[in-house]
């Protein structure tokens, strides 16, 4: 029962800090004058992917790096076949080209390289999460420089709230040690909570982290989606989804590994859960394109559930026999 409880407070402990950690961000970017466009592009994404960050670090310093690993790959594919799935079927998406001439062509690249280090080596030691930091910063390039052209172009219409520029500096100080706790409390707890579960259920670690623990992780975004999806707000795209994907390899993974080689343990991961990933983000093209070209209306979406469930109940099944 304390292991519940643990695995329930963690997750509201990375959501509000999680929050936290976004307002606190957005404002001191304001502070530092930066543009709406290199926030969003950058500052609020990264500060999005600290969830996962922080449970991964948290779990390869404890000795469970399945649970690292499980964390990424399970959150890559909740975030397309859970987050996308749930948001297309509520308001259908509009798909820009960006999707498959940048970001789908890049999170591609990402997962085969994450398949190729773990396939060669079992595990992902520090130069190779080096080379996955220097993509990550490769990318931010690019991406900002492509913003900066399209700006030009036509006007960004993407919302970041301007109440924020008004923060007094005390503020959003207090903002980043509330959201830098809750995320090292709610990792702690989160990795506690699950390794304890999976012990007493007799379930792999591998089986939570790529099904509990990277639901958990991807609750913000899940929110933040359905959120946006209900209000009709065309804030949420495709290609924000993808780069969160981007994110999730590259700089989770790469810094954990900075920090402690992550070492395959469990095969699983990468006989079974990794080519899932591969999967979701391979189907987006044909998704993309078929029948109706450039939306992902609400039976894509309904499709991307089904087969998420699909995978999580396989699975759990699997972890049974």
């Known amino acids: 029962m304390s292991s519940v409880l643990y695995l329930l407070i963690g997750f509201v402990l990375l959501v509000v800090g999680g929050e936290f950690l976004v307002r606190s961000s957005v404002a001191l970017s304001f502070k530092f004058k930066l543009s709406k466009m290199v926030i969003g592009l950058t500052v609020v994404s990264f500060a999005t992917s600290a969830p996962e960050l922080l449970v991964s670090i948290q779990a390869a310093h404890d000795g469970y790096s399945d649970i690292a690993l499980g964390n990424v790959i399970g959150s890559n594919i ?9 948001t297309a079927v509520i308001f259908p998406l509009m798909i820009d ?126 929110a933040a989606s359905v959120i946006a999806a209900l209000r009709k707000e065309k804030a949420i795209s495709l290609g924000n989804l993808i780069g969160s994907n981007i994110f999730n390899i590259a700089s989770v993974l790469g810094i954990t590994a900075l920090i402690q080689p992550i070492v395959l343990k469990d095969p699983g991961l990468l006989d079974n859960d990794i080519l899932w990933m591969l999967g979701f983000a391979a189907v987006l093209i044909p998704l993309a394109f078929v029948p109706e070209r450039f939306v992902l209306g609400r039976y894509k979406g309904l499709l991307l559930v089904i087969a998420y469930a699909a995978f999580i109940g396989f699975a759990v099944i699997n972890s049974v026999e």
């Open 78 to 86: 909740a975030n397309i076949g859970l987050v996308l799935g749930i």
């Open 97 to 222: 080209r960006d999707f498959y001439k940048f970001n789908w062509p890049v999170m591609m690249l990402l997962s085969g390289t994450l398949y190729l280090f773990l396939s060669t080596s079992g595990k992902i030691e520090a130069w190779e999460g080096i080379v996955l930091i220097a993509a990550i910063c490769l990318y931010l390039y690019l991406l900002i420089k492509r913003a900066r052209i399209q700006a030009l172009a036509r006007p960004m219409t993407q919302k970041i709230d301007d109440e924020l520029a008004k923060v007094s500096g005390f503020k959003i100080i207090v903002w980043l040690l509330i959201g830098g706790a809750a995320l090292w409390g709610g990792s702690e707890l989160l990795v506690d909570g699950a390794v304890h579960i999976a012990d007493a259920a007799g379930v792999s670690q591998r089986v939570i982290s790529i099904t509990v623990i990277a639901i958990g992780t991807s609750v913000p975004e899940l």
